[in-house]
């Protein structure tokens, strides 16, 4: 009994070290340079401009200090309102060029409980380790690190940029007894070419497009090998708080020798609609993947919602849920319903 307790007490003080690990080094990543002060004297100024003569140096201190918080002020805007996806573009274009920063791509978070009501199948596990009663926890942390680096900016009279990007997703068995091991890792590089045509068609404008290629592997061997490679279009479009994209599809073909998962266009499918809806400091997501493709039989949906912590402002509480088919490339193939709670560092919006 003491050999348990000491065993737990172990696996709990190795949690907190790594979680804190996750939490601070991308927090020191997606930080941007302290141009506050510069922002609130540039941002009076320009309010100078067209303030109303009533109003006080405090009135408009406030109101320049409030919008930079907001993430609102821009020099370009003169005030005015943006959308959301055009006003993490802005973000981007401010910090896009300092150098020793990396800037955030998809979601990043942690999901310090996640259970699956599904239960993991380790049948793959009890015959590559020959452990015919080696099982998996229900219940694990999940997080996924995502960032993204300029390649080439500002091309052809601004009119598109390069990217590279690497996204990491992680599934943690951290409560099992067995040493707390990762039951998957996958890893996704990719490169694309990004366009802004600021299109407008019935109150939506077409903010942001891309093309480009990716690659996505749980770096394993043998029959826990799983990969493919894409090429893919992302178009999105954004109205006020409400952001819409879909992003179709096409898998490089691989040789029949090489192929660890060549059933996975059945249950990927070739596409993925998403929304997100920005609520004040709340952010509400939803995914859909190959749900029309396949009848609704082998596709897969996941909503989320990122809420604010007091004032603090790098980090969010987080709830997702998952329903359906490829959560991770190793069970691209096996049903998974999945309800996980914990912390978002940086979200869609």
Known sequence: MKSWRIRRKQVYQRSLSYLGVFLLLPAAVFLPDPVIADDEQNCMMLALETADPNMTISDLRAQCKQQIKDGTYDVETEFTEVAVVEDRMRHDRKHVLQPFTLMAHKPTYILLGAYNASGYDATLWQEAFNEPDFEWE????????????????????????????????????????DSSPFRETNHEPEVWVQFHPGWELWGFRNTWNSFGVNHQSNGRGGDLSRSWNRVYAWFTVERGNLAMSIKPWYRIPESDSDDDNPDIGDYMGHYELSASYKWGENVFSLMSRNNLESGFSKGAVQ???????????????????FSGYGQSLIEYNQYANTIGIGFSLTDWL
């Open 138 to 177: 229900d219940t694990e942390a999940q997080f996924q690190l995502s960032i993204k680096f300029p390649l080439l900016v500002n091309l052809f009279d601004d009119t598109f940029d390069i990217y590279g990007g690497y996204t990491n997703r992680s599934f943690w068995q951290i409560y099992s007894e």
């Open 303 to 321: 909503a989320s919602w990122s809420f604010p912590l007091w004032d603090w402002p790098y980090l969010k509480g987080y709830v997702q849920w």
